[in-house]
């Protein structure tokens, strides 16, 4: 089982929506987690950081995690055109290296 | 500005010609590491470096090397390039330590084909 699990799409949804990217993980030791996104020719940046379980908020943006579960979510709400990209999930134990899921593909359509 | 940057951004070359991409940070970060991005296999960590002088293998270092002179600086070289080395790569540097999700700040790519 590969240590962090994330669906390629790509997702397709239209303007407005509430989008929900997810990602599975196998690793329990894992208590950093983040999303990156990743727009087209560029480098990806860093979007939302949380420690351990629950819930995060900025702007439309929520993370979600539930480590029983051992799995994250990224909620977008009023989706807009410009929230076209890849999205990556990314996770690390304390002082450990960062593991990066492989990146859901994220279309909005106006 | 606080950046990372690359150079070249575009690269084609031959097998076995040796190359370097450079990478240099201004943020003062002790944390830099390289990657690569290849579809369907996502990021996977070359080589990462804690601070000067030190450096160390990540996931897929065959093939490639690392050296940290600076803090600012942390060069890739591929001494005889193969095309399976052809790939988009991203240097990346972050505050203190690789985990503890400290933002890491990736520079805009360079994509590099190898013939």
């Known amino acids: 089982q590969k240590e962090v699990e994330q669906d390629p799409g790509p997702l397709s949804v239209p303007e407005g929506a509430i989008v929900s990217l997810n990602c599975t993980y196998s690793?329990?030791?894992?208590?950093?987690f983040m999303w990156y996104r990743q727009y087209s020719r560029k480098g990806p940046e860093l979007l939302m950081y949380t420690y351990s379980s629950g819930n995060k908020e900025d702007g439309r943006f929520t993370a979600q995690v539930d480590k029983s579960s051992k799995y994250i979510s990224l909620f977008i709400r009023d989706s807009q055109p410009s929230d076209s990209a890849t999205y990556l999930c990314a996770m690390s134990a304390w002082d450990d290296k960062i593991i990066f899921g492989k990146g859901t593909r994220l279309h909005i359509l106006p | 500005e606080a950046q990372v940057t690359q150079n070249p951004r575009y690269l084609i070359t031959v097998t076995g010609k040796k190359l370097t991409v450079t990478c240099s940070q201004n943020?003062?970060?002790?944390?830099m590491s390289w990657y690569r991005q290849d579809p369907g296999l996502g990021l996977r960590q070359i080589y990462y470096?804690?601070?000067?002088?030190?450096?160390d293998k990540g996931d897929v270092p065959e093939g490639y090397k690392v050296s940290r002179k600076e803090k600012r600086n942390f060069p890739l070289i591929l001494e005889s390039p193969s095309p399976n080395q052809t790939s988009l790569y991203f240097c990346a540097s972050s505050t203190r330590d690789r985990g503890m999700g400290n933002e890491q700040f990736f520079g805009p790519g360079t994509r590099l084909t190898v013939l």
């Open positions: 690793n329990s030791a894992f208590q950093y």
């Open positions: 943020m003062n970060h002790e944390y």
């Open positions: 470096s804690m601070n000067v002088e030190v450096t």
